[in-house]
């Protein structure tokens, strides 16, 4: 039988201590997300992020393991989609279930300006670390793989007819990221002025050939 006098014993809840871990890694993740695209692959150490980011070192190492899971979780957090992959985060757009091909246009290249905007500052870091690193090799050749595939629905989306040979093609370098890279921080146009152009360009590669 219970003492009633007796001091209650209070379960133990580690909800404040699960909060200031998950601060903390956002910190190092909100850290590395703006050094990587400024400093590049080899100068963002696993020492300089756990700087900015206020910690130690071996911190980072135990939460994150190595540079190229820091980069994807730097990545994943300022993507549109939180790192859903690019076939899937195009279908979800469910294209087929819009009969105008205009409204379909639109909404591609919505998809695109707003999955580059976030995404193309960290695509040369990951080249950068595909040269050193054989594990950011196979991540990256994955992400081509993967925008291969997405240019391919996409394509299938907006063609109204016979295709030239090289469509999918000139598509897929339409909305690769070294593309945007050039047109908007380099040549200093504006999202809309690259939105604009990407539509009329995606328009033309996919107009039918004549017979």
Same mark, same amino acid.
């Given at each position: ?14 909800? !404040? ?11 190092? &993740? ?9 400093? !590049? ?7 300089? %992020?756990? $700087? ?6 071996? *911190? ?5 393991? !190595?540079?190229?899971?820091? *980069?994807? $979780? ?9 790192? *859903?992959? #690019? ?6 757009? /469910? ?13 591609? &290249? ?12 960290? %695509?040369?870091?990951?080249?950068? !670390? ?17 925008? #291969? %595939? ?6 299938? /989306? ?5 295709? /030239? ?5 000139? &598509?897929? &370098? ?6 945007? #890279? ?6 200093? =146009? ?6 604009? =152009?990407?539509?009329? $360009?995606?328009?033309?590669? %996919? ?5």
């Amino acid at each position: 039988m219970e003492d009633p006098d007796a001091p209650t014993r209070r379960s133990y809840d580690a909800s !404040g201590r699960r909060a200031a871990a998950e601060t903390r890694r956002q910190r190092v &993740v909100d850290a590395a997300a703006e050094l990587f695209p400024v400093q !590049g692959w080899r100068a963002t150490t696993i020492a300089t %992020v756990a $700087a900015q980011a206020g910690v130690s070192p071996e *911190l980072v190492s135990k939460t994150f393991g !190595g540079k190229q899971e820091l *980069l994807m $979780a730097a990545m994943r957090s300022r993507s549109f989609n939180r790192g *859903l992959p #690019l076939p899937q985060a195009f279908a979800a757009l /469910h294209l087929e279930d819009e009969p105008d091909r205009e409204v379909r246009l639109d909404r591609v &290249v919505a998809f695109v300006v707003a999955s580059l905007e976030p995404m193309a500052p960290f %695509v040369p870091v990951m080249i950068q !670390g595909a040269d050193q690193d054989p594990r950011m090799r196979v991540i990256l050749d994955a992400a081509r793989d993967g925008h #291969l %595939v997405a240019t391919q629905d996409l394509v299938r /989306h907006v063609a109204t007819g016979p295709l /030239h040979p090289d469509a999918v093609d000139v &598509v897929y &370098v339409l909305t690769r990221a070294e593309t945007y #890279l050039t047109l908007v921080p380099h040549r200093g =146009w504006t999202s809309e002025r690259y939105a604009t =152009w990407l539509r009329r $360009a995606i328009d033309d590669a %996919v107009r039918p050939v004549r017979a």
